[in-house]
């Protein structure tokens, strides 16, 4: 059973950072590209950024500079590096393969940029 769950929200002002990570089994990790969403209220859920087996990294042009994807093989986990939080970045975060397993969605953590 494939099984993601995501950690580390909280609610944060604009301006300052927060580290999520995401734990994973029931797959071959390393074997995957790996994503970081979001799903902000009344909007689709979005791809922010996602990490190739081989670490390369690709990001939703309104993080770019300020959010960094990376992954660690031997712990099957993938993190999200958030600096300079917006107001428009608050939303339930997720991870997922990318193209995502539909079946598999996690929990989420909730991200909250308010002052």
């Known amino acids: 059973q494939v099984q993601f769950v995501e950690s580390g929200g909280g609610l944060v002002q604009p301006g300052g950072s927060l580290r999520l990570s995401c734990a994973a089994s029931g797959i071959i990790f390393r074997l995957y590209i790996m994503g970081w969403y979001r799903q902000a209220p009344g909007n689709p859920r979005e791809l922010v950024a996602n990490?190739?087996?081989?670490?390369?990294?690709h990001y939703l042009d309104s993080v770019k500079g300020r959010f960094t994807i990376s992954r660690d093989n031997a712990k099957n986990t993938v993190y999200l590096q958030m600096n300079s939080l917006k107001p428009e970045d608050t939303a339930v975060y997720y991870c997922?393969?990318?193209?995502?397993?539909?079946?598999?969605w996690g929990q989420g953590t909730q991200v909250t940029v308010s002052s």
């Open positions: 990490i190739t087996r081989l670490g390369s990294t």
């Open positions: 997922n393969t990318n193209p995502e397993r539909t079946d598999s």
